[in-house]
């Protein structure tokens, strides 16, 4: 899959793009560090999944996935969240989210949700 | 008057009877039959035999029983007299008629002190046997003496009869005209006793009705004394101790519900000390900076690192995360167990640790983080100074009162003095000062499952048992 990542926190950002690069088969395209720059990157890129952060600086990710899907893009995405529950879930799920990822991220379970999503 | 009585008339100068003239008048009156009566002055007479009669006639005195006689006097001259023989039953039949009370005896006396007497039991005649005439009054037509017959004390009543001499006594003993006053008297006495005794009873039963009312109302508030709060007065009494049981119960419904209040308020106040906490540790940033900290150790091979990491935000998030909630035996196993390997790779495999979980239980409701603290108690205190052997068994069991936990250490024991305070914590009193956790555990347990629910710690130098009991509903 080719793979974007928006997340305003570099070590986080950083570590998901070597990790996905050098473990899995994945290719990342791109990263962006909000959502602003990040909808600009998907409508470039057009990847298989987005990885998004929801809390960030300039647009939070839920808001970057609204106005992608008013402007009629399809996309599946991972949301990275530090609760197991997040008050969004039904929100989310109309917005393409597919599954998350609990900070700190666990590379098994990393690894396990990618090839998870990969069949959807 | 048919056989009871024969009549003779015996006249001067002429016969009515038979072969009789005046001659036997003249004689008759200067017989001895008619000496008494003569002698009497009196115009008549009772008297019991004439012999002269029955001799001239030629008849028995056993025929009647007395006579009766009457001058006839004719311009104050004597012409003659009339004889009245009458029977005995005669005589009797009139005295029965009298109806005197029972044990009476009534007695009709001649002049010349004959007496005829009935009584119930036997009819008597006998010349002045009892000696009446002797004992009445002679002049006084009537009067009554009390007085002795037989052996038996009687009232003596006589009366004198008509003209003559004769008198009508009667004898009532004295146990009959005193009887009714007896049976007055009894009766008074009777209705003291039943007065007296009626009184005792409703005095009895008044006492023993307000004894039960205190004893009830004392039972249920020495219970309530102890702490049992969900006890009530049952009193259908409408008197004070109606009202008082009333007022109790209304009293011990406010006190219910003050410590209903008093607990909710704890609970809250421990839910926003948690939730302060939480605030305080911003989550947003902790797990950032966790994922930071993964990333880093990640990007360097140690995998290690990351995987504690990771199993240190997943013990945060559960037990910071809605601390108060309910979650299933098995989610709290799970978590526990994260927690258990968490404390194992911190210490480097210090201790050992088994937790042994009935199938049973795994389905059981129990609030969350009441067991770690427990575990966090042992690992935190029971094996200062030692490097081996440790070893910290965790046990929960399901039976029909509840579910039992035991966690158990091998560790070097407890400050008694410090058991003995665990042991008597009273979260409504003591402020928590020291082992937090433990106390804490037994202050939420009150405050979940009630009074039934127990805490309790044993401990000596080969080790701390601590077990809890949450009962079922």
């Not at chain 1, 609760?83 to 929100?91: L, Q």
């Not at chain 2, 009626?198 to 009895?204: F, P």
């Not at chain 2, 049981?245 to 926003?272: G, Y």
């Not at chain 2, 940033?285 to 997943?314: H, R």
């Amino acid at each position: 899959m080719r793979i974007v990542i928006i997340e305003d926190e570099v070590q986080i950002r950083e570590g998901l793009k070597n990790a996905i690069t050098n473990l899995t088969k994945h290719e990342v395209a791109g990263t962006a560090v909000d959502g602003n720059k990040g909808k600009a990157l998907i409508k470039q890129e057009k990847p298989d999944l987005i990885i998004t952060d929801i809390r960030m600086p300039v647009m939070d990710g839920l808001t970057m996935l609204k106005d992608l899907q008013n402007e009629g893009m399809q996309f599946k995405a991972i949301l990275l969240t530090g609760y197991s529950e997040f008050e969004y879930a039904r929100e989310a799920i109309k917005l393409g989210v597919v599954d998350y990822l609990l900070k700190p991220v666990d590379i098994n379970n990393l690894v396990a949700t990618l090839n998870k999503v990969e069949k959807v | 008057m048919g056989n009871d009585c024969d009549v003779f008339s015996i006249e001067q100068g002429r016969y009515n009877i038979p072969n009789f003239g005046s001659d036997f008048y003249k004689g008759y009156l200067s017989s001895n039959d008619l000496k008494v009566f003569l002698d009497s002055g009196k115009d008549s007479g009772w008297f019991s035999t004439h012999p002269v009669l029955d001799e001239t006639f030629g008849q028995t005195t056993a025929a009647y029983s007395l006579y009766y006689i009457r001058n006839i006097v004719d311009f104050r001259t004597n012409v003659g007299a009339i004889v009245l023989d009458v029977s005995r039953s005669y005589i009797m039949q009139a005295l029965k008629d009298s109806n005197l009370p029972k044990e009476s005896l009534v007695s009709f006396i001649t002049s010349d002190g004959y007496e005829t007497t009935y009584s119930e039991d036997s009819d008597i005649t006998s010349m002045n046997e009892s000696g009446f005439l002797d004992k009445l009054e002679k002049g006084k037509d009537q009067g009554y003496y009390y007085g002795d017959y037989k052996g038996k004390n009687y009232m003596f009543l006589y009366s004198h009869v008509d003209t003559s001499d004769s008198y009508i006594c009667a004898l009532i003993p004295e146990s009959i005209m005193t009887r009714e006053v007896e049976i007055l008297r009894n009766i008074t006495i009777i209705g003291i006793l039943i007065g007296i005794i009626i009184a005792l009873s409703i005095g009895l039963s008044i006492s023993r009705g307000i004894g039960n009312a205190i004893s009830v109302t004392n039972e249920v508030l020495s219970k309530a004394a102890k702490g049992d709060l969900n006890v009530h007065i049952h009193q259908k009494r409408k008197d004070e101790f109606g009202t008082i049981s009333e007022n109790i119960n209304n009293m011990l419904d406010t006190i219910r519900k003050a410590t209903k209040q008093e607990k909710e308020s704890i609970l809250k106040i421990k839910e926003a000390e948690i939730r302060s906490l939480e605030a305080q540790i911003n989550p947003h940033f902790l797990y950032n900076t966790l994922d930071a900290i993964n990333w880093v150790a990640i990007g360097e091979g140690a995998y290690e690192a990351s995987k504690m990491i990771s199993n240190l935000a997943d013990n945060l998030r559960y037990s910071i995360k809605n601390s108060n909630e309910v979650v299933t035996v098995s989610k709290e196993v799970e978590y526990l167990r994260k927690y258990i390997q968490l404390q194992q790779k911190r210490f480097r495999y210090l201790f050992d640790c088994i937790l042994d979980v009935d199938d049973e239980a795994m389905d059981e409701p129990i609030h969350k983080m009441l067991i770690q603290p427990l575990i966090e108690n042992a690992i935190e205190h029971a094996f200062i100074g030692r490097e081996e052997n440790n070893e910290i068994v965790i046990r929960i069991k399901k039976e029909d009162m509840g579910l039992f936990i035991e966690v158990k250490d091998n560790g070097i024991g407890m400050d008694p003095e410090l058991l003995k305070q665990l042991n008597n914590f009273d979260y409504m009193k003591d402020k928590i000062k020291t082992n937090i956790g433990l106390r804490n555990v037994a202050t939420r347990l009150k405050m979940y499952y009630g009074e039934n629910s127990r805490m309790h710690i044993d401990s000596s130098e080969k080790g701390t048992r601590i077990t809890i009991f949450i009962p079922s509903h």
